[in-house]
């Protein structure tokens, strides 16, 4: 899966463009890299955003036990990449069919944290127990919200292009072409949002997300930890 925001939705990363400044690479154009995503995972979907950016999946090579799903609803475009263990009993808490999957249910868990209910996006995203990362775009509120799970058992990673989008994929060979240096893994138990103050821990609300900038010989150029806990890597 591949999620590409212009500088409209996300707030570029400065220790992103630090670590791309530190040690320069080659770099290319969002449009490029979704070009690159859509050739080499055919057959693929692609949905572009207007000027806010570029979604596109593919179930090419994913794994059995990471399965990718897309949906789409009510302006709402989320892609999700793992599997939830308490899939059933939250089901029943946001009041869903035993038809729905994984990314329906981040959806409507997100109308209601949107919506209805008076609680941090830590609160919506503890409950969910699993192997997963989402990308998650509202088009009726510019609002994006990406996560991953607390193990980081579906890997993650973000970078920025040459004109300065931020791109979210599980692919770090895709990204690397296109991000350089300006590349990091997405720290596990975390969540970015422009809508609530930009990366939080969703484990530790209280603690701050901190970037450590990377060894040189390293593909990313930075790792971001939550303070009091180990350094993040991929």
């Known amino acids: 899966m591949l999620g590409v925001f212009s500088g409209e939705v996300v707030e570029v990363p400065e220790e992103l463009v630090a670590a791309g400044s530190r040690t320069p690479s080659p770099k290319t154009r969002a449009s490029e890299l979704v070009n690159r995503f859509l050739s080499a995972a055919a057959p693929a979907v692609s949905i572009q955003l207007g000027s806010f950016g570029h979604i596109a999946y593919s179930h090419a090579n994913q794994s059995p036990f990471r399965p990718r799903m ?19 009993s939250l089901r029943q808490q946001y009041g869903l069919s035993k038809s729905a999957n994984e990314v329906v249910l981040v959806i409507e868990a997100y109308k209601a944290l949107r919506d209805r209910a008076p609680y941090p996006a830590s609160f919506m995203l503890s409950h969910l127990t699993g192997s997963y990362a ?53 720290p596990q138990g975390c969540f970015y949002s422009n809508a609530l103050g930009g990366l939080k ?30 350094v993040l890597t991929a």
């Open 201 to 230: 821990c969703y484990e530790k609300p209280k603690n701050k997300v901190v970037a450590v900038p990377a060894n040189e010989e390293e593909i990313c150029g930075a790792t971001f930890k939550v303070e009091g806990s180990a």
């Open 134 to 186: 989402f990308v998650l775009f509202d088009k009726s509120t510019n609002a994006l919200l990406v996560a991953s799970d607390p193990d980081g058992r579906v890997p993650l990673y973000w970078g920025i292009t040459a004109d300065g989008c931020v791109a979210f994929s599980e692919n770090i060979e895709l990204l690397k072409g296109s991000c350089g240096k300006s590349l990091a893994p997405f």
């Open 70 to 88: 897309f949906a789409a609803k009510e302006d709402i475009f989320c892609m999700f990449e793992g599997v939830l263990e308490n899939l059933g």
